[in-house]
């Protein structure tokens, strides 16, 4: 009996509609839905970690002023807000919220393969948030072992939380990891199994293909994290050795041995550095879409960027050590890993080629969504460029744990992210509620995030040249450091208060428009995709009514010569009548492969 | 860590093998591409739910490689001091064996449509891996029994963590043979639980090749 | 418009913040010049490459803006500039990854005849240890280390007889030689780090990792720890002391041995009652303290932490500051005690006097001051009992004292000496305690205690 594929036997699979209210909102199997409830629970935990930075700002920018930010309460800070930033909220946001919404529609299904499995994804995900939020009610607090959790220290006194916290932390962590699965299996399952009659992988948005790359990574990465929290569970717990070596701690010997801090930081990074690729793949596609939607242009050099994609994707897995250059391990690793680092940089840098030269040569409507992702292109280059800096090892050397480290992962994998975050929402808000956002607003928040975060991060670059070390409560009296650094630093506090109100105008237009906003169309933005071409807006259980689309075209048939309209939907057959682009009369390289 | 790249690696090279596969040769700017076009072409043709078995199983081996690997590093360190390991495990490792042979044998009659194989057959691989499990136990009191505590040395800590792991995978597929089982009983149709059996058996077949690897290392070591 | 403007302006402002910037690497003190050459080749090929793509974006933005009429051109790719690009980007990765390379190799050679020096980090201090006359470290084992042999020496290993011990967060360095430190740690990572140097490296408990560089120039430099160790993490503060050669040798001549400290006597007591004679007139015949003369308990305070505040006295690292009214009285008094010896001797007998709780005089809201001591119980005992390898007994002792040196670290008045590191340390937590009443909250808890 041969297989035949989802989409060609639609019409033998019975659809169920959900009736009642809680199944159609609160244990609904619908990819909205869940998508919906990702989002908000990880928007949610995002604003705690929004806030505990902001106290970390004050605290560095105004020392000793408050009474309520003592060390203990700062290093839990930087910890809670390191740790949620990146996993519950980048990952969460990216894959469960915008890849659980766009998968399906994207590539005209009518829900993910698996929506039960999908639906205890995110169930097993609020879990997980509950259980790391809970450690701030518990005795010693959550920990402050720096979201790396580096042992010996994450489970030792002298740091706060290693009663409860450490245990609560990694506890939801692996709960994390298991929602993260569930999921993940569902978006490679569907994106491979589930593509409707002519979506073919060349032909998928680069949305896709980055959420794609993402959820591979992060189903073989998330395993090297789980490792090292279950062996620091049971050397925390149990009392085993395999991270801890003999010690004496506060003047008394432990019972350790042997054991090997070094281990932990080699199998954390394992996870840790395909990590940032899990946040910044799917930023990569989602701007693409964004850039090319709103230029009007077809996106440049498709299948350069998806190479891109799987070259990055690929070598991420072979440059982690660059996190641990002076951890002490064999320097000789320096060589192989900073030659890997700066590999990494030539498809990366072909991306943001891709980008700019998307923008040449188009017709450039400056909606919000345009304006964040050109944004992005800013501050990526900005965030990429000193990246090099930190993976050519020698000149790690003098920048390593200063905030220049700090400036930099928060360029690429904080703002630059964010801002693609921000841009998708306004660009695809319409699609999720049937209303428009706020422009006039949706503009005061952009000017406000983008200048007020580069007020923050550029200056922030400087101190880390001077050399003030990161995850210091206080600088105190330091010989070399001049009084103006703290002035820097108090500017810095301010900036970084005015881009938190700034997010208060976001959370507005977000909850006012859906009352308020002006209605949208089904495709408001004139957009080539699946998602935009749906028979209802906001899509309906089940997303296409009667019908799947069929697919014809890539999705970047943007101002095709010939054409009356300047976008022609991927599910809108060739006209016969206009003569098909020919790459050969384009250029001199006439040939059908690379 | 080179032994978790080296698993790594073949998996992301077949991963990017394919989707290279997908993309050379193709011009994605064609529109109504006659190649494109015909129905379920790029889908694999197997069913959503092998995909997403094998994907698992991707993220299981993942997971044990990196287990092994953090296994390989540790034992270089001074204080390694490698256990006895209990004769009992040759004869689980039997158990397991059979499980697998059950559950291949089953397979076939699932797809012939026999129901009786089907049933005993499920029932036998079911039996056969409880005893494995129970098996394990014994086994970890022996070694309790014999000094080796999981905090004495780091090659016992990872003894029982190694096999706890890997029980933990054969409990999580008895949930799966639970169900379909069950659904034999109650007088399904042979081919309706195809689908179930196949997929416990690639499983199984995983989880008796990694223990094998697990076996042979702390064997070896 | 606006945003392709904005583009250009934060383009130049980068470029202007960049060269009016006054924070800028430190002045360089080793021989690592090379790293500072490695990081200018890395600023201008990004630099170019951040001007470029921006300006070309904000050019783009300008030019092909939507207007009227407007259309885009389709172009899917175009092979031959993607080939250029990534040409050129690779050229220019190699250009900067190819030196860093080179002078990483010279980086991980230590040269031969290097000075070699051991650095320990504990839960928050430095101390050093130099290998002596044999130009060996002895063995250590971390299963050794106790508040007698605090860097775990092997005493049966004779390599480790003439190593030079420095339990102090100070260390020199000659002038113009190789210097390779060795790193160590007692229980969690540290990162052994002075700006001026450039090069840094982790602290591993369970192993020795290294790193390598040659002074060139004569100074005081302070080093900072700069790998997450804890709540005071930022208050692990030591000093590295670059001397010309010589003085670095009379340096070195002047340190004890490991051998020449486990032979040293045990304090007599005996001898040490006559030398109190001139204490006991403030501080009481039982070592009990007296408010009336601003005199602190001493009997049951841990030995370690009085010979170190006596040899501070004595070297004028402490009571010098000119608002330490008290301190400046007990500056001459420790001077009387002339040697290292005198100073064992009068700790001996102080501890031989008995132990007797000081009068509470001060109260407060234990409950807050509880939550407060969380911070103080890391180095001074959960039951304020002082930890011998890193801060002073409290409790039990004069609660007075306690508030009146509080009150100094916060303002500097005590612990703002260079050579006071330890001092500079609680100087950071005692800025934890936003007023006085936070103090004497925390200190009506170790009343307690």
Known sequence: ?594 | MTFALVFLAVIMATVIGWLLRQSLNTQPWQADDPLENRPGRGVIAVEPAKIALLSFIAVATSLFALFLSAYLMRMKMADWSPLTEPKLLWLNTGLLVLASIAFQLTRSAATRGQLPTVKTGLIAGGVCTTLFLLGQLVAWQQLNAGGYFMTGNPANAFFYVLTALHGMHLLGGMWVWGRTTARVLAGADARSVRLSVELCTVYWHYLLLVWIVLFALLLST | MPIAVVLILLVVGSLVFHFLSPWTFTPIASNWGMIDTTVDITFVVTGIVFVAINLFMAYAIIRYRHREGLTAKYEPENKKLEVWLTVLTTIGVAAMLTPGLFVWAKFVTVPAGATEIEVVGQQWRWSYRLPGRDGEFGSVDAKLIDPENPFGIDPGDPNGRDDVLIDDAIVHIPLGEPVRFWLRSKDVLHNFTVAQFRVKMDLVPGMVSYMWLEPTKVGEYEVLCEELCGIAHHAMRGRVIVDEPEDYQAWVDSQSTFAEIQARPPGDAALGAASYAVCAACHGAQGEGQLALNAPKLSGQDSRYLKKQLRNYKLGIRGTHEEDVYGRQMQPMAATLVNDAMIDNVVAYILSLPDTPAPATISGDIVHGAKLYVLCANCHGKDGQGIQMNAPRQAGMSDWYLLSQLKNFKQGVRGEHPYDLHGKQMGFMARTLHDEQAMRDVIAYINTL
């Open chain 1, 1 to 594: 009996m041969a297989y035949v594929a989802i989409a060609d036997r639609d019409h033998d699979i019975e659809h169920h509609d959900p009736t009642t209210f809680i199944t159609k909102y609160i244990w609904s199997q619908d990819h909205k839905v869940i998508a919906i409830q990702y989002s908000i629970t990880a928007i949610f935990v995002g604003l705690v970690a929004l806030v505990l930075s902001g106290m970390m700002r004050l605290q560095l920018g105004f020392p000793d002023s408050f009474s309520f930010i003592t060390p203990n309460n700062y290093y839990q800070f930087i910890t809670m807000h390191g740790m949620i930033m990146v996993i519950f909220l980048l990952t969460a946001l990216f894959l469960g919220g915008f890849g659980n919404y766009l998968i399906p529609l994207m590539i005209g299904a009518r829900d993910m393969v698996f929506p039960y499995m999908n639906m205890l994804s995110y169930w097993v995900y609020l879990v997980s948030v509950i259980v790391l939020l809970t450690s701030f009610f518990v005795p010693g607090g959550p920990t402050g072992a720096g979201w790396t959790l580096y042992p010996p220290q994450a489970i030792l006194p002298g740091t706060p939380g290693t009663d409860w916290g450490i245990v609560l932390m990694l506890g939801s962590l692996a709960l994390f990891i298991v929602a993260f699965t569930m999921g993940g299996l569902n978006y490679v399952t569907t994106i491979l199994q589930a593509r409707a009659r002519g979506m073919t992988m060349m032909r998928l948005p680069l949305s896709l293909w980055g959420i794609f790359m993402a959820t591979v990574l992060g189903l073989l990465a998330f395993p090297a994290l789980f490792v090292s929290a279950v062996m620091m569970m049971l050397d925390k717990a149990l009392g085993t050795s395999f991270f801890m070596p003999a010690i004496v701690s506060m003047g008394e010997q432990l019972d350790y041995d042997g054991g090997s801090p070094i281990l932990f930081q080699h199998l954390f990074w394992f996870f840790g550095h395909p990590e940032v690729y899990i946040v910044a793949l799917p930023a990569f596609g989602l701007v693409s879409d964004l850039l090319s939607t709103h230029a009007r242009k077809n996106i440049f050099g498709y299948r350069m960027m998806v190479w891109a994609i799987l070259a990055i994707g690929g070598l991420s897995f072979v440059v982690w050590a660059h996190h641990m250059y002076v951890s002490g391990m064999n320097p000789y690793f320096g060589f192989f890993f900073a030659t890997t680092t700066l590999i990494i940089a030539v498809p990366t840098a072909i991306k943001v080629y891709n980008w700019v030269l998307t923008l040449w040569q188009g017709n450039i409507h400056l909606t919000v969504p345009m304006l964040f992702a050109i944004a992005f292109i800013f501050t990526f280059t900005h965030g990429g460029l000193t990246g090099i800096f930190l993976g050519n090892v020698v000149v790690d050397l003098p920048l390593s744990d200063t905030y220049f480290v700090v400036a930099h992962f928060h360029m690429v994998m904080g703002v630059s992210p964010i801002l693609v975050v921000f841009g998708s929402i306004y660009h695809w808000y319409p699609k999720i509620t049937g209303r428009m956002l706020n422009e006039t607003l949706g503009k005061v928040h952009f000017w406000g995030t983008l200048l007020g975060t580069y007020a923050i991060y550029l200056p922030m670059h400087y101190l880390g040249f001077l050399g003030v070390p990161r995850r210091y409560y206080a600088m105190g009296n330091t010989e070399f450091m001049p009084e103006s650094a703290f002035v820097l630093n108090q500017s810095i506090t301010i900036s970084a208060l005015i881009v938190a109100g700034f997010q208060l105008i976001f959370l507005y237009n977000l909850i006012s428009s859906l009352r308020n906003g002006e209605k949208a169309g089904p495709n408001p933005w004139r957009a080539t995709t699946l998602e935009w071409q749906t028979p209802d807006t906001p899509p309906k259980h089940g997303n296409w009514g009667h019908t799947l689309p069929e697919v014809h075209r890539w999705a970047y048939d943007y101002s095709v010569p010939g054409y009356p309209d300047d976008f022609i939907p991927q599910n809108v057959p060739a006209d016969p009548s206009i003569p098909a682009y020919d790459q050969g009369s384009h250029g001199p390289d006439h040939g059908t492969s690379s």
